[in-house]
């Protein structure tokens, strides 16, 4: 099966400081991987795509990298704000209709 | 626009009974998506839709029916409610142009199954 997992249930770090979240995968690689966001009692919200064949992509104080050989995605948030904490969602596309499979998500909490 | 709206937001329901969640989109969106998701679980596909007319399995189908008869709506049937059921629903739908192949989410409701 296409899995995807994210190792840490939930992260703390301090203010400023740069949070980062993995993404692992299993078997063949997907053509692109997505990531939400997702605050409490609310859908999650579409943050950014980045394809096989890219590194990286950067929005805003946003980067995602992709390893193809490491079979990985990692996700930053620089100069991290405590509006930043919420949970993080990574997933991999899975049928044709563009569904998805999600990860379990990480719990980010900055700290003031 | 009002995105992705669900219907109703929260709902408790006894074991056996039935009941129906409606999702309406207002984006003109192909495709939808019926999830649920459980603490620790992430969001799991139930069944998805990629037209007016069209439903197919997702991951967890079993003990649900959709529907799709107008493009804009996708209803997610419960006929006989399990406590195994009780979960936070996400309807969201897609575009099929586009180059980043979001899914817009809706806000969710949350059902009880007791």
């Known amino acids: 099966s296409q899995k995807i997992e994210q190792n840490s249930e939930a992260l703390n770090i301090q203010e400023g400081k740069t949070a980062t979240l993995t993404c692992n995968y299993t078997n063949y690689s997907p053509a692109y991987l997505q990531w939400y966001r997702q605050d409490p009692g609310r859908g999650p919200v579409f943050l950014l795509l980045?394809?096989?064949?890219?590194k990286e992509k950067r929005k805003e104080r946003l980067k995602v990298t992709f390893d193809t050989t490491l079979k990985q995605s990692l996700f930053h948030i620089t100069a991290s704000q405590p509006a930043d904490s919420a949970t993080y969602l990574c997933?991999?596309?899975?049928?044709?209709?563009?569904?998805?499979?999600f990860g379990s998500g990480t719990q980010l909490t900055v700290l003031p | 626009n009002a995105g992705v709206t669900q219907t109703p937001k929260f709902r408790v329901l006894k074991t056996g009974q039935s009941m129906t969640l409606l999702c309406a989109q207002d984006?003109?969106?192909?495709?939808m998506y019926w999830y649920r998701q459980d603490p620790g679980m992430g969001l799991r596909l139930i069944h998805y839709?990629?037209?007016?007319?069209?439903?197919a399995k997702g991951e967890v189908p079993d003990g649900y029916n959709v529907s799709r008869l107008k493009k804009q709506n996708f209803l997610l049937g419960l006929e006989s409610a399990a406590p195994s059921q009780t979960s936070v629903y996400f309807c969201?739908?897609?575009?099929?142009?586009?180059?980043?192949?979001?899914?817009?989410f809706g806000p969710g409701t949350r059902l009880t199954v007791t």
């Open positions: 997933a991999r596309p899975s049928g044709s209709a563009r569904q998805l499979t």
């Open positions: 980045i394809r096989e064949n890219e």
């Open positions: 984006m003109n969106h192909e495709y």
């Open positions: 839709s990629v037209g007016e007319g069209t439903t």
């Open positions: 969201a739908s897609s575009y099929i142009g586009g180059l980043l192949y979001e899914q817009y």
